[in-house]
């Protein structure tokens, strides 16, 4: 089993539609979650952290952590054509500084 | 709004040739990594580096990589002798806090090894 899991897409949705994106993990010693935006070919850009299980809300997004599902999300709402990109989660744990990241799921929104 | 700026945007090297990518981290962050990104892969980590010394790496991260902090101000990736897989994106980046949650990437550096 892979240590993050996430749908590479692509996921075409409509502008003004709320998006869901997804993570797995395998590794329950992980306890920082990330998601970050990445436009092709640039650094990804940190768009929510979380700390253990629990839900975040910054403007449009909301990224949630379920710890004893091992399971991730992230929401957009009210989705602009700007949105579409790459997005990225990342996680890990404790004792380690090293990110784990998943593989991207490509979303398109369109006008 | 700080950021992380990386040197060159683009490099092209012959195999087996020596090349040294640069980052300017953001000025108060205290932690450093730099991450790769192979084209179509994951963006998979290399090295962190805290208090001028290597804090973990990982297993691509082998003799022919190091990293320097020669000023107050510059993070450098060296690769001694590059080879045709070495050919991916390089992100730098930083945090500031002890946790080092909070992960700002550079642009990247674009390195083509022919």
């Known amino acids: 089993q892979k240590e993050v899991e996430q749908d590479p897409g692509p996921l075409s949705v409509p502008e003004g539609a709320i998006v869901s994106l997804n993570c797995t993990y395998s590794?329950?010693?992980?306890?920082?979650f990330m998601w970050y935006r990445q436009y092709s070919r640039k650094g990804p850009e940190l768009l929510m952290y979380?700390?253990?299980?629990g839900n975040k809300e910054d403007g449009r997004f909301t990224a949630q952590v379920d710890k004893s599902s091992k399971y991730i999300s992230l929401f957009i709402r009210d989705s602009q054509p700007s949105d579409s990109a790459t997005y990225l989660c990342a996680m890990r744990g404790d004792s380690s500084y090293k990110l784990i990241f998943g593989s991207g799921t490509r979303l398109l929104v369109r006008p | 709004e700080p950021e992380v700026t990386q040197t060159p945007s683009h490099q092209v090297t012959q195999m087996g040739q020596e090349v040294i990518l640069r980052c300017v981290p953001i000025s108060n962050h205290l932690y450093f990594y730099w991450y790769r990104q192979i084209l179509g892969q994951k963006v998979e980590f290399l090295v962190s580096?805290?208090?001028?010394?290597?804090?973990?790496k990982s297993e691509i991260f082998d003799d022919q990589f190091s990293v320097e902090r020669p000023d107050g101000s510059n993070f450098t990736l060296k690769i001694r002798s590059t080879k045709l897989e070495d050919s991916a994106m390089y992100f730098c980046a930083s945090s500031e806090g002890q946790s080092g949650e909070k992960l700002f990437f550079g642009s990247g550096t674009q390195l083509s090894v022919l």
């Open positions: 590794n329950s010693a992980f306890q920082y």
């Open positions: 580096f805290y208090n001028n010394e290597i804090s973990e």
């Open positions: 979380t700390y253990s299980s």
